[in-house]
């Protein structure tokens, strides 16, 4: 398959993806696809972005090799460090390129939403590094669930509103975000945080996340002397998992896996697997598959780890799955817990729980597969949860 056509002029890929908004909406996509055209592949937009990643970032981060897991689980481990970015996790790759976009843009705020916090966090870094106000959209009940993100993102300066419509979570703050985004397209940039909506926002997220692939592929031929046979990622809303994948969409002898969350089961309201539970519709602009019920009605999710808590998922990912190019599979709310026990006492690195699954899904591959070189996208670090991990795994040892 050639990576390279997607998506099409009309921000397909295959029969996914695209742009099913309000009128309202088109002259602010418009726009915005308009500046993606003009700055985003240009010598000097790159050049700038580049020193943002490398001097405020991090970039590159490592590639660890994970050898007590390698030994446990008969196979070859490398972790691409994204919990070692700025702010913890890869959501600042993404969330610095578009404020510098922003600023090409001429905008004079910029908003977001959040779910975690992680992306309301990097935004709110982001925006602070470059002189921007920034105002994230969170449901009111991840403001609860998540306090010390809310906590971060008012230190650095940003305004934290609370949405109490809708199911009070993500969807809920996406929906709030594209609300504020039409009443002033001009002066305002919305930083929107995963591979999803409408175009071209999967393809500008895509962009800014294939660092990680791109930096784990000349890492993984640097000090193992080969590509791997298999990159496992997470998959949320899917843009940890993309940004792995796509630098090696045409590497025939590398199979990509994403993980999705299993939360307690395959019935509907019981997990957030999209892909492997989901059937095609509209969510949020975009045509993908999305977790309803049988007349349609967008259901509510479940997952241990807020990150992956959303009913649809990118585009891309849809049509990778449907030309089987990418293999989905769903890990439960049990087996990433365990599997982030056995990661932070292995190797000494605390992942997130969204990372997790990634770890559970690498360790069935391994069982079926002995010896293979495995390359974990380890998308962030688990200080956020442990608030969480309290209650959970360590509720006996307290
Ligand atoms: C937000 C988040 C995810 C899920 O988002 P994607 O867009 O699917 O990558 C995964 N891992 C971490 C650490 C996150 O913060």
Redesign the pocket.
């Known amino acids: 398959m050639n990576a390279a056509r997607f998506p099409d002029q009309r921000g397909r890929y295959g029969k996914f993806g695209g742009r099913y908004v309000p009128e309202t909406l088109v002259a602010a996509l418009d726009r915005l696809q308009a500046g993606v055209d003009r700055h985003l592949h240009s010598a000097d937009f790159q050049a700038e972005y580049h020193l943002e990643l490398k001097t405020w970032v991090g970039r590159p981060t490592a590639l660890t090799y994970a050898d007590s897991l390698s030994r446990r689980w008969g196979a070859r481990v490398w972790l691409k460090r994204e919990d070692l970015a700025h702010t913890g996790?890869?959501?600042i790759n993404n969330a610095i390129g578009q404020t510098l976009l922003a600023k090409r843009l001429g905008a004079k705020r910029i908003i977001a939403e959040t779910g975690?916090g992680?992306?309301g966090v990097a935004s709110a870094a982001a925006a602070a590094r470059l002189g921007l106000p920034c105002v994230v959209y969170m449901g009111a009940v991840d403001v609860e669930r998540q306090a010390p993100n809310v906590g971060r993102m008012k230190l650095m300066g940003a305004t934290v509103v609370p949405v109490t419509s809708g199911d009070a979570t993500l969807r809920a703050a996406i929906d709030e975000a594209l609300r504020d985004w039409v009443s002033d397209p001009e002066g305002t940039y919305y930083s929107l945080?995963?591979?999803v909506g409408p175009h071209p926002y999967p393809y500008l997220v895509r962009e800014l996340q294939s660092v990680i692939g791109r930096e784990a592929r000349t890492q993984m031929q640097e000090q193992a002397g080969a590509l791997p046979d298999v990159a496992v990622a997470?998959?949320?809303?899917?843009?940890?998992?993309i940004g792995l994948f796509h630098p090696f969409l045409d590497d025939a002898g590398v199979q990509l896996l994403g993980i999705e969350a299993g939360g307690r089961g395959a019935g509907l309201g019981d997990n957030a697997a999209s892909l492997t539970f989901g059937t095609p519709g509209v969510l949020q602009g975009s045509y993908t598959l999305i977790l309803q019920d049988a007349d349609g009605q967008v259901r509510e999710t479940h997952s241990v780890s807020a990150?992956?808590d959303y009913s649809g998922v990118g585009p891309e990912h849809a049509h990778l799955m449907s030309s089987g190019r990418v293999v989905y599979e769903a890990a439960t709310d049990a087996e990433a817990l365990s599997a982030l026990t056995e990661c932070a006492e292995c190797e000494g690195i605390l992942p997130?729980i969204?990372?997790a699954h990634a770890f559970a899904g690498a360790r069935r591959y391994a069982a079926a597969h002995p010896g293979a070189r495995i390359l974990i996208g380890c998308?962030?670090r688990g200080d956020k949860d442990m608030p969480i991990l309290q209650r959970t795994i360590l509720k006996d040892a307290v």
């Open positions: 996790a890869h959501k975690a992680q992306h945080g995963s591979a997470c998959v949320g809303g899917g843009s940890n998992a990150g992956l997130a969204e990372t998308s962030g």
